[in-house]
């Protein structure tokens, strides 16, 4: 058995590899590593997306933390980020989060925040492993008035509302834009959030039924976006995951504005206004050169980490910046959430665009996307870390990095949440890099899968 935690929480298909049994063992182990410090009886802060494992597994969840006498707040359906934000305001002792974020219904997942709303660190996360492993030996289950309780708040969705725009309070009158919800948790908080601040509000995909989450829709695809942002004459697209923290943005011609260029304007802007903390923006190794060029030419640090919005943060956090992301829209403002936030990422984006008075398609110029090639190839999940152990492929990805140094570069790293090796490469020949790509990926996935 492989490590439980991955990138972002324990991932799986629900009722397979997520298991209600496993929820709780979660629920249980989790709560008590949390928790085991505290002299008064905990209180942990639950929420979900819209698929329709969520209440099966949440209400396993919290029958586990209850097991070990920890009390639970059910917030229901919420973005990630407002329980990280949540967890924070109430003092509770930690937050959890029942997501797949951008994956497809099957799948579910959870994931820890502390008290203070971060991602737990790997080692608090191989202790809640261990724990469960060992069957909760040594852990003692409360009986009588020892036991938890689950309290339900239907109301807590407001006040991550009122958190994003008193952050940004952005005039946002005369201004059209087109809303899609990913079928996901935003469908309420992001509209309303929008709509409070005055604008002219076209939202798709805001009825989630529990099984239509992220399906042809989001920030994973963006086609119909595009085309209804042009169809509505609206000035701005703006795309969510399932869970809502992340966002990806669409200007009025129809053109995929990504979490780079999302970056790079906020960024520059930031910096003009003296906001920028240590004139750094932190990124990962996945973040377009064109990135990075736009960094030095404005003065502005750009720091890069391995790929994953929790590795941004905690460089964030070791250096004191205010702001870094992924190219897939994870964008964490790390002075008024912490976690990625996508609500929090389009009100900054169209506070720019206001204050400025520029249209997206002109702010996006404020960097050159170099063209970039990226394929999956489909692996078995044992072997994924493991692919450079296989002397053909290690071969191949060597040759390639000589063929493109200088002018580009080659990316291969393990998908931290899905069966997959991802193979990037970056280069001036769009029509080469796609070529070299999908050849490296079949052939990862003919010897791995």
């Known amino acids: 058995m492989g490590r439980l935690f991955g990138t972002d929480g324990v991932r799986g298909i629900a009722n397979e590899e997520?298991?209600?049994?496993l929820a709780m063992q979660l629920g249980q182990a989790g709560a008590y590593i949390l928790t085991r410090e505290k002299a008064h009886k905990p209180?942990?802060?639950?929420?979900?997306?819209t698929r329709i494992s969520g209440d099966m597994l949440a209400n396993a969840l919290m029958a586990g933390a209850c097991s070990v006498g920890a009390n639970c707040i059910f917030v229901g359906v919420m973005p990630t980020p407002a329980i990280a934000y949540l967890t924070r305001k109430y003092k509770v002792d930690a937050g959890v989060v029942l997501s797949a974020s951008h994956n497809p219904v099957e799948f579910n997942g959870i994931k820890f925040f502390d008290g203070n709303g971060y991602k737990l660190p790997d080692a608090l996360e191989d202790e809640i492993e261990a724990l469960i492993k060992n069957n909760m030996q040594g852990v003692k289950f409360p009986t009588g008035s020892g036991v938890g309780k689950v309290k339900y708040r239907t109301d807590a969705r407001e006040e991550y509302i009122n958190h994003a725009m008193r952050a940004v309070p952005v005039e946002l009158k005369g201004v059209k834009i087109v809303v899609d919800c990913a079928e996901g948790a935003s469908f309420y908080t992001s509209v309303e959030t929008l709509k409070e601040l005055g604008a002219e509000v076209v939202a798709i995909h805001n009825s989630p039924d529990g099984t239509n989450i992220n399906a042809n829709c989001g920030s994973t695809h963006m086609e119909e976006l595009q085309a209804r942002v042009v169809y509505e004459k609206a000035d701005v697209g703006l795309a969510f995951d399932g869970d809502a923290d992340?966002?990806?943005a669409v200007d009025a011609t129809g053109k995929v504005v990504d979490g780079d260029q999302i970056m790079a304007i906020v960024g520059t802007?930031?910096?003009?206004?003296?906001?920028?903390?240590?004139?750094?923006?932190v990124a990962t190794v996945m973040s377009n050169l064109g990135f990075f060029l736009m960094a030095k030419e404005n003065g502005i640090l750009a720091e890069q980490t391995k790929v994953g919005d929790r590795y941004v943060?905690?460089?964030?956090?070791?250096?004191?910046?205010?702001?870094?992301?992924?190219?897939?829209?994870?964008?964490?403002?790390?002075?008024?959430?912490?976690?990625?936030?996508g609500l929090l990422s389009a009100l900054h984006l169209l506070e720019v665009m206001v204050d400025t008075g520029k249209p997206l398609a002109e702010l996006a110029n404020a960097m050159e996307v170099l063209p970039q090639a990226l394929v999956n190839a489909k692996v078995a999940n044992h072997k994924k870390e493991h692919y450079l152990e296989y002397p053909e492929i290690a071969d191949a990805i060597e040759k390639l990095t000589k063929q493109f140094a200088g002018e580009g570069r080659v990316l291969i790293r393990p998908s931290g949440t899905e069966p997959l090796v991802r193979v990037m490469i970056e280069g001036k020949d769009k029509e080469l890099i796609q070529k070299e790509a999908e050849r490296l990926a079949g052939l990862i996935q003919d010897i791995m899968f």
């Open 43 to 49: 209180t942990l802060m639950v929420g979900c997306d």
């Open 269 to 281: 802007y930031m910096k003009d206004k003296g906001t920028l903390k240590q004139n750094t923006i």
């Open 313 to 341: 943060l905690e460089r964030m956090r070791e250096i004191g910046a205010s702001l870094g992301g992924e190219q897939s829209g994870h964008i964490i403002f790390l002075d008024e959430n912490t976690t990625g936030d």
């Open 18 to 21: 997520l298991t209600p049994l």
């Open 246 to 248: 992340r966002l990806l």
